[in-house]
Every structure is written in C-alpha cells, then in structure tokens.
C-alpha cells in the first residue's frame, strides 16, 4: 500500500473489559470513546470472558456511533480500520475483529489487525509527539510486563524479555486480594502506598542480583514477591496483629516499581537508547511515574508516559498504531486474518 501522509484510522479495541473506538488523523487524536464492563468482574474478584464478550457486543455500535459523532466525521471518510487482533481474550478479541472486518467490507477499506500491546506504547506518539528514531518501551498490564526495543513503531518493534510469572498489574490484584480490598486491586494499593511507609518492610526484588541478573538481564519475576507479601500477611494474622495495610502496600509497591524501573533503565544504558517510553494499564501507578522521572534525571534518559487516560485500555491506542502502519506504507492484514490470542510481542500486526 501506498503510504498515506495523514491517514484517517478508525481504531478498535476489545481485548479485554474495555470496547473502544477513536478516531485519528495522522496523529491527531479526533476522538476517543470508551465503554467498560468492570463493574461487572467486581463480586467475582476477576473477569468472567463470557460475560465480557456479551458486553463487547451490547457495547460496539453505540461507542462506534458516539465516536463518529464525535470527531465529526462518517465511515465514508475513513481511510483505513485497525482494530486489536491480540493477545487479548479469544471471545472478546473476535467481537472487535468481526466489526472492523464487516467496516472494512461495506467501506472498501483496507483492515490491520494489530498488536494491543505495540498499540500502549503508539499512543504515545498522540500526546508526546513523533518518536525518537530508537527507544526502549517498558509495557506494564494486567497481562503484560516487557521491555520492548524499537526501531520503528510500524515495523521495527524486538521483545527483549517478558515477566517469568506474574505481570506487575496481576501481581497487584493478587495483593489487593489479599488485603481484602476490591477488584481490581492495583488501583486500590496505588492509593493506600501513598499514605505507608516504602522502606517499612523489605521484600524481595526478583532476578536483581547475581547469576539470576546475568541470566534474566530483560526478564521480570513477581510470584517469589507475591509469595513474600501473602507469608508476612499470615504471620501477622497468626499473631493476631492488625494489618499494616499502608506499609504493606508502600513496601510491595516500592519492589515491583524499582525492578521494574531499574531493569527498563538499565536496558536504555546498555542499548545506547536515550528515550524510555512507558505504556499498559499499570503505568496509571502514581509510584511508577515518579520513580521514572526521578531515574530518568539520573540516568539522563528522557521518559515519555502518556496521560493515565491513555494507559488503560482504548481505541487511540489501535488507531493510532493503525495510523503508523498506513504512514509506513505496510500491506494491510488479509480480510480472513485470524485472532492471536497470544500474539508475538515482536509482530507490529498480523
Ligand atoms: O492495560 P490494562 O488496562 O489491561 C490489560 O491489558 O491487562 O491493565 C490493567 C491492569 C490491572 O491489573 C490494574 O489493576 C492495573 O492495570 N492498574 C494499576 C493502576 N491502575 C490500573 N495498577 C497499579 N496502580 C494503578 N494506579
Ligand atoms: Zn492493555
């Protein structure tokens, strides 16, 4: 495909909760609507697919139209439909995937199926502007915690490691259970971190030191830490001491973030990388950002992280990957591309 200088890319997103749709232009954000079935998942203390899929759908036409609306324009004027082909849930992914391939039929336009995880960290380029020519991204999710190295957002994108076990924002909701505080959890021990002591109790920082360091440079480990956390609750709770909730939330919050900002950081030093891009649902942690901004002085690395409206799950974020893979003049996907449930971090779209 020809490249297109200021593409209009209706973007799509259901991986997961969140049905959304936005409009970009080039990279100009038009419009962003979100719909989310959360509320749903709180009395089961987790995402139930099925219902979240039939949320998907009560969800899609309304968002889509609200979106149009929005930014003020039809489906006639789109020049192409990217929507989130994975990873994500296979049932909520196929409500978002089946919609784009139907726009794309009755428009005539072109559809890519992108990558949800590539998409956190494109939608930087929305708020911060265009990207250095290279970068390290750190992905932090509910499902995800990577180190990216990227050349180019449309075509150059490398995993460098993933986590071993547990994602950051997972390892959050497993604490926030264990604490007894709703689901999702990490919003919940974001805010009570802030009122608790960081140094009061030391828990581990998984694949830091020694051989494990050298082996797992790239890699994250959070279950030993979880693990940490739930044996110091029960002895607690054996003695029959309250909960330190606040210091038990600053002490976990602080291990998590210093791996995961120390690792991210390091990987920028060693790669020759002088911008760290942050993206994913978790990078709303109010610890995460001002640990990053204070190493990136340290380091003497710049740190772009978007807006916390544009962490969690969104339709900019499709669309605007969409938009850099029309710009780099990228085929689109073909009309019967499948779902990739586990789709490769290092594969821009399908
Ligand atoms: O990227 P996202 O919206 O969905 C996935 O693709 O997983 O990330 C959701 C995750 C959840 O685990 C949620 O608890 C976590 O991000 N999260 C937070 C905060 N806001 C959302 N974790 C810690 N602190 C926050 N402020
Ligand atoms: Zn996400």
Known sequence: MAPVLEPLVLGIESTCDETGVALVRGRTLLADVTATS?????????????IASRAHLESLIPTLTAALDRAGVTLDDVDAVAVAAGPGLIGSLTVGTAAAKALAVATGRPVYGVNHIIGHVAVDELVNGP???????????????SLLAVEDIATGVTELGSTLDDAAGEAFDKVGRLLGLPYPGGPHIDRLAQQGDREAIRFPRGLTAGKDKERHRYEFSFSGLKTAVARYVESLQDEGTPLP?????????????????????????????????????????????????????E??????????????????????????????????SPLDFANDSGMSLSQTHV
Do not use: W
């Not at 959360?38 to 099925?50: Q, S």
């Not at 390091?266 to 990388?273: M, P, T």
């Open 38 to 50: 959360m509320d749903e998942f709180a009395r089961f203390g987790g995402i139930v697919p099925e």
């Open 245 to 297: 909730a606040e210091d038990i939330a600053a002490s976990f919050s602080e291990a998590v973030n210093d791996v995961l900002t120390r690792k991210a950081f390091e990987a920028c030093q060693s790669l020759g990388a002088r911008t760290l891009v942050i993206g994913g649902g978790f990078s709303a942690n109010s610890r995460l950002r001002e640990l990053a901004r204070e190493r990136a002085a």
């Open 299 to 332: 380091y003497g690395i710049e740190v772009r992280i978007p807006p916390i409206r544009f962490c969690t799950d969104n339709g900019a974020m499709i669309a605007a990957l969409g938009s850099a893979l029309v710009r780099a003049g990228v085929a689109p």
């Open 131 to 145: 990207f250095p020519e290279s970068f390290i991204a750190l992905v932090v999710s509910g499902g995800h915690t």
